[in-house]
């Protein structure tokens, strides 16, 4: 089986990751991550039936878009194969470690963090998404040649 290629994506916008850490509904100390992330997927399973906390770790001095290509398309394949939706659900909360906080970001601001970062239309990452449902997880798309 031959799975689409989402279209190439040139001149990526270089954003500082603090745009993402500033969509975060909370932070805690690294030492508290445990006991927080188990915290944050009991919240999510009372408000939503269940919930998926997808722990990420920031690279040192990795910007916006480079955090977003490396982790967006695992993020919607991941989702897919839980049945949730892909871009935004409001049951996945990433736990993103910037140096030595956790902080606990919805996972639509990530997918409006690489639509902000590459200037994509919906349509694209509509198109992104569906390929990387499906499983094509390619960086490449998003790296210029």
């Known amino acids: 089986m031959v799975l689409p290629r ?20 909370y932070s805690v100390p690294g030492p ?5 992330i188990a915290g944050e997927r009991a919240h999510l399973h009372d408000v ?14 990795e910007r916006l878009e480079q955090l977003t290509v ?5 993020l919607a394949y991941y989702a897919r194969t839980k049945r949730m939706c892909s ?15 956790l902080h606990f970001v919805p ?5 409006f963090g ?5 200037q ?7 198109e992104h998404a569906a390929a990387w449902e499906q499983g094509a997880v390619e960086r490449a798309d998003f790296v210029p040649v």
């Open 120 to 126: 994509l239309t919906p349509e694209v990452l509509a």
């Open 48 to 61: 939503h039936g269940r919930g998926v906390v997808y722990e990420v770790v920031a690279r040192p001095g």
């Open 32 to 36: 508290e991550a445990t006991v927080a």
């Open 87 to 101: 871009v935004g659900a409001p049951q996945i909360t990433i736990a993103l470690f910037v140096g030595d906080r």
């Open 114 to 118: 690489l639509v902000a970062a590459y």
């Open 6 to 25: 989402a279209p190439r994506i040139w001149n990526a916008v270089r954003v500082d990751l603090d745009l993402l850490v500033a969509c975060a509904t």
């Open 70 to 74: 490396r982790v967006a398309g695992r």
């Open 107 to 111: 996972s639509a601001a990530l997918f």
